[in-house]
Every structure is written in structure tokens, then in C-alpha cells.
């Protein structure tokens, strides 16, 4: 790339994985996760999560996407996630990690408390 763009680009609070089984998938994100179902179709679920910020990350294995999820509590997150057999790849830290969902999708976790 050699010149500089002209147009600004943002995201838009939007992001969407592809998954094979939706019944599994409404399981993990309503149930272990707490999102909020906004809508249900025979073919998606749309939930509201809060808003996306896009990282880019130099690292040597490459992941295609990773969306993040804000927590208070960093140490409660992973234990709740293993107990629910979600595999911690990588830590950074004692405020954030990445995990896999029971489809292998990577998913960071940050912690963020609640201002006082």
C-alpha cells in the first residue's frame, strides 16, 4: 500500500462469526455468556454484547478475528468459562486472555472494572 487513504474508516459496532449448530451457540452466548437475545430466526441469532473496538496485534500465530469481551472480574471470567469447558490459549497478564468457544473461535477477554 503505498498511499494514503482519503477516506476514514471506522467499525461499526457490528461483528458476526459463523457457527454449525445455532442451538449450541444460543446455549453458550445467552446461558454462559448473559448476552442479550434481540432477535431469533430460523437461520441467526442477533445479540446485543456492548461495543466493539478492532485491535490490530502483531503476533507470530495469526488468528483471523478475535472480538473482545469486557469483564469486571478477570479471575471469576476464566473460571467460569473452564468450568464450562472453554480451553484458555494465551494470558496477558492477570487482566486479560484468549479463549476458544465450543465452536474453536478465539475470543479475548479484558478486564475493565466498573469506575468508582
Known amino acids: 500500500m503505498s498511499k494514503e487513504s482519503k477516506i476514514r474508516f471506522k467499525t461499526d459496532g457490528n461483528f458476526a462469526i459463523q457457527v454449525t449448530d445455532l442451538v449450541k451457540a444460543e446455549k453458550f452466548y445467552s446461558d454462559f455468556l448473559g448476552f442479550r437475545l434481540l432477535n431469533k430466526t430460523a437461520n441467526r441469532l442477533d445479540?446485543?454484547?456492548?461495543i466493539v473496538t478492532l485491535?490490530?496485534?502483531k503476533d507470530d500465530e495469526l488468528i483471523p478475528f478475535i472480538p473482545a469481551l469486557e469483564v469486571e472480574n478477570y479471575y471469576d471470567a476464566k473460571k467460569h468459562l473452564r468450568e464450562n469447558g472453554c480451553n484458555i490459549l494465551k494470558?496477558?497478564?492477570d487482566t486479560a486472555f484468549y479463549f476458544t468457544d465450543p465452536f474453536n473461535?478465539?475470543?479475548?477477554v479484558i478486564e475493565r472494572r466498573a469506575s468508582s
Request: with cysteine; net charge negative; glycine share 8%.
Open 47 to 50: 445479540y446485543h454484547t456492548c
Open 55 to 57: 485491535f490490530i496485534v
Open 91 to 93: 494470558e496477558f497478564g
Open 105 to 108: 473461535f478465539v475470543i479475548d
